[in-house]
């Protein structure tokens, strides 16, 4: 049901109100839990610029034929943007995947968003990513720094073919810029995660990488800063 009562075949829902769109559930989500009720295909990139959760709830949401930002990401983190995904599914089958229409299912700050006196955050807790080029990606532009990524659970993929041998779990190039790991899988075939800057903290979950001449897990503690 909706707001006004009305029987809608929901998209999404926000405390237990049903939305025929996703994006009018995201625009009432403020602070609050944004739940998948059907698999959704986008044609264009979703930008979130305020703090919410998305729970995939075992459905997927994708980018479509003919998607607008064929360089973008299936959902974009802007500055000030506080996103966090799970999934309450269980087993977990829910995922964002860029179907090999974008380059990654999550872009930390999109295009034309260049105020960097905010942070634009991004957090995994559970639920699966999975990009074309990259399953999270930044942009090494001036303006588009001051990120945050955590990684706590659920998995990200580079690419959902391990065979597609120029992709990145996470790629991230952008200055003053965090990327922390307690939990979760990262995989990519070139490399699990690769900074250019900003400073990198593991302190749990599975980094792999994929390459020709045989494969590497890094497991435990690693804390790098790359100026």
């Known amino acids: 049901w909706d707001a006004s009562g009305k029987l809608i075949k929901a998209a999404a829902e926000v405390d237990g109100v049903a939305y025929e769109k996703l994006e009018?559930?995201?625009?009432?989500?403020?602070?609050?839990?944004?739940?998948l009720m059907q698999d959704i295909e986008l044609s264009k990139e979703l930008d979130i610029a305020g703090k919410l959760t998305l729970d995939l709830n075992g459905f997927t949401l994708k980018a479509g034929d003919g998607f607008a930002a064929p360089k973008g990401a299936v959902i974009g983190v802007?500055?000030?943007?506080?996103l966090t995904v799970m999934d309450s599914s269980s087993p977990s089958t829910g995922?964002?995947?860029?179907?090999?229409?974008?380059y990654a299912a999550v872009i930390m700050v999109p295009k034309g968003d260049t105020d960097d006196t905010k942070t634009a955050k991004f957090t995994l807790e559970s639920g699966s990513l999975y990009g074309q080029f990259f399953g999270i990606c930044g942009n090494g532009n001036d303006g588009r720094g001051n990120t945050e990524i955590v990684i706590s659970g659920g998995a990200v993929y580079g690419n959902a073919d391990?065979?597609?041998n120029d992709n990145l779990g996470i790629y991230n190039p952008q200055q003053n810029?965090?990327?922390?790991?307690?939990?979760?899988?990262?995989?990519?075939?070139?490399?699990?995660?690769?900074?250019?800057?900003g400073a990198l903290t593991v302190t749990g979950g599975k980094i792999?990488?994929?390459?020709?001449?045989?494969?590497?897990?890094?497991?435990?503690?690693v804390v790098a800063s790359i100026a």
């Open 208 to 221: 792999t990488f994929l390459v020709e001449h045989g494969k590497s897990v890094t497991k435990g503690q």
């Open 24 to 35: 009018e559930a995201l625009a009432a989500a403020e602070g609050k839990t944004v739940k």
């Open 78 to 82: 802007k500055h000030g943007g506080d």
């Open 162 to 164: 391990t065979t597609h």
């Open 95 to 102: 995922k964002i995947d860029a179907n090999g229409k974008t």
């Open 177 to 197: 810029s965090k990327v922390t790991v307690t939990g979760g899988e990262i995989t990519g075939y070139a490399s699990g995660i690769e900074m250019r800057s």
